[in-house]
């Protein structure tokens, strides 16, 4: 079992930053690929990005690519997800999550947050 708390989310205006972070508090969170995922009101959950254990791949969806960046610390259990360049479109839930043989798909990860709120003000 693997419990992750995110923090970080906010009210932005379009064009600001935020940093996501979601900490672990299992050492066996650096075993694992970490992923973030958004869902906006009335709509499904979307794959954000994700990096493997080391660190050393991401990936992106195509609408975040450029802009957002994955990375993570697994010496303090914890992964980030810096947001630049915000547009009210990038208004949702955002979650972290984990797994052992994750992807891009919501159903990959075994272990999920609670989400944060990021709002994004035009």
């Known amino acids: 079992q693997v419990q992750l708390v995110e923090s970080g989310g906010g009210l932005v205006q379009a064009g600001g930053s935020l940093r996501l972070s979601c900490a672990a508090a299992?050492?066996?969170?650096?075993?694992?690929?970490m992923g973030w995922f958004r869902q906006a009101p009335g709509k499904e959950r979307e794959f954000v990005a994700t990096i493997n254990w080391s660190g050393q791949s991401a990936d992106y969806a195509g609408s975040v690519k450029g802009r957002f960046t994955i990375s993570r610390d697994n010496a303090k259990n914890t992964g980030f997800l810096q947001m630049n360049s915000l547009e009210p479109e990038d208004t949702a839930v955002y979650y972290c999550?984990?797994?052992?043989?994750?992807?891009?798909?919501?159903?990959?990860?075994?272990?999920w947050g609670q989400g944060t709120q990021v709002t994004v003000s035009s």
């Open positions: 999550a984990a797994g052992r043989y994750a992807g891009v798909s919501p159903a990959s990860y075994d272990f």
């Open positions: 299992e050492g066996t969170f650096r075993t694992f690929t």
